[in-house]
């Protein structure tokens, strides 16, 4: 089965740094999608950045980027310039390809500090 | 555009009773459609998810039933509630290659 793993149930960063967010998965598959989405405190489920796995760039949204390492399944999120309005749970989520469900990992909480 | 919508917002059942939520879909056909549920501080769970009218998968054995009786409405369902049914209820919808978007979730609080 797919699992997902993110390694850091909190995170904190000063406003206007920097910080990276950890994911890896466990996966047979070649043809997949990895994602980043984020909870704020309304729990609306936000698209931050999506990968697909036969892409070797990495994925790019404005101060968002995926540090994407298929060999060793890691699937790592930076947050350049950190704002207060980042401060959200992170979930970390994997599918394959076809109509199948997205497979989470547990988040990460991140406080930005002013 | 294709949009979700989710309701009701909040719910506050007493054990026993039953429990509709609902969702639909607008600007799409044949959507795949999920319900997760989110416990207090903790991931998503994925509860059910349909391919298409009448076509529910079940991936956790409980007390909640799923029903898609138009292409692009999916209902959540309990015939009587457990405390352990409380939770943060999410229905999203995604279609070939894309990502998928949620709704914007049901709080349920059973007591």
């Known amino acids: 089965a797919q699992t997902v793993t993110q390694s850091q149930p909190e995170m904190s960063v000063q406003e206007a740094e920097t910080v990276t967010l950890s994911c890896t998965y466990d996966?047979?598959?070649?043809?997949?999608?990895l994602f980043w989405y984020k909870q704020p405190p309304s729990r609306q489920m936000i698209l931050v950045i999506r990968?697909?796995?036969?892409?070797?760039q990495n994925a790019t949204e404005n101060r968002f980027s995926v540090n994407f390492q298929k060999a060793a399944k890691s699937f790592s999120l930076k947050i350049s310039d950190s704002q207060l309005g980042d401060a959200a749970m992170y979930f970390c989520a994997y599918r394959f390809s076809g109509n199948t469900p997205l497979v989470f990992g547990k988040g990460t909480r991140l406080s930005v500090i002013a | 555009s294709q949009t979700i919508h989710q309701w009701p917002a909040t719910l506050v059942q007493p054990v026993g009773s039953p429990l509709s939520l609902e969702c639909t879909v607008e600007?799409?056909?044949?959507?795949?459609l999920y319900w997760y549920r989110q416990a207090a501080g903790r991931g998503l769970q994925l509860l059910f998810y349909?391919?298409?009218?009448?076509?529910i998968s079940s991936e956790v054995p409980q007390n909640l039933s799923a029903s898609r009786p138009q292409d692009r409405q999916f209902i959540l369902s309990s015939k009587k509630l457990l405390l352990s049914d409380s939770g943060f209820y999410l229905c999203?919808?995604?279609?070939?290659?894309?990502?998928?978007?949620f709704g914007s979730g049901t709080r349920l609080t059973v007591v």
């Open positions: 999203a919808w995604g279609k070939g290659r894309a990502y998928y978007t």
């Open positions: 990968q697909e796995a036969y892409k070797q």
């Open positions: 349909s391919v298409g009218i009448g076509q």
């Open positions: 600007g799409t056909s044949n959507p795949n």
């Open positions: 996966t047979s598959e070649s043809d997949y999608y």
